[in-house]
C-alpha cells in the first residue's frame, strides 16, 4: 500500500506521501472484502443450517402439498 502512495511515475524516484487518496482506496476496499467475505460466510451458515433443520425435522418425506399446509 505505501509503495502506491509514494509512487511519482514510471522511472521515477517515489516521492513520500505523494498520493494520500491511494489510503483512502485502500482502508475502503480492505472494509468492503471483509463485509463481502463475513456476509458469504453468514450465507452458508445460515444456509446449512436450514437444511439440516428440514432434514432432521422430517420435512423432506412431505409432499408440496403437505409441506404447504404446515406452512400456512
Known sequence: ???SV???GVNLVPVRDNSPY???FYVILVIILCLFFVNMFIRVVIQTYNMEKDFLS???L???EQRSWITV
Open 1 to 3: 500500500m505505501w509503495d
Open 6 to 8: 509514494d509512487a511519482d
Open 22 to 24: 491511494y489510503v483512502v
Open 58 to 60: 422430517f420435512n423432506s
Open 62 to 64: 412431505l409432499t408440496e
